[in-house]
């Protein structure tokens, strides 16, 4: 069983940055876990950010969010982290952070995360 606490979120205007953080509990990680970010926004569906595998720290992003996100992970403490930068307003939505334990590699697919955050609530004013 693995457990996830997000970070708050916040209100940011255009242009400005935020950070959010991921912290797991619970059963350790395999060199197969991959943990990612996902979003979504009112009236859409949740679609995928960005995912990292977490023992080989390989990296793919969506392509709205290319150059502005940067996906990390402190294996120490065990967390998750989102570096968001130049944040528009097509970025609000609720953020979540998800571990898919088997094989699945850099998947963007929802069906293949197992345990979820919370979500947190990202708010981009224009």
């Known amino acids: 069983q693995v457990q996830l606490v997000e970070s708050e979120g916040g209100l940011v205007q255009a242009g400005g940055s935020l950070r959010l953080s991921c912290a797991a509990s619970?059963?350790?990680?395999?060199?197969?876990?991959?943990m990612g970010w996902f979003r979504q926004a009112p009236g859409k569906e949740r679609e995928f950010v960005t995912a990292?595998?977490?023992?080989?720290?390989?990296?793919r992003y969506a392509d709205s969010v290319k150059g502005r996100f940067t996906i990390s992970r402190d294996n120490a403490k065990n967390t998750l982290s989102l570096q968001m930068n130049s944040l528009t307003f097509e970025d609000t939505a609720v953020y979540y952070c998800?571990?898919?334990?088997?094989?699945?590699?850099?998947?963007?697919?929802?069906?293949?995360?197992?345990?979820w955050g919370q979500g947190t609530q990202v708010t981009v004013s224009s």
């Open positions: 619970g059963r350790t990680f395999s060199r197969y876990t991959t």
């Open positions: 998800a571990v898919a334990p088997g094989r699945v590699g850099l998947s963007g697919r929802i069906s293949d995360y197992v345990y």
């Open positions: 990292i595998i977490w023992s080989a720290d390989s990296t």
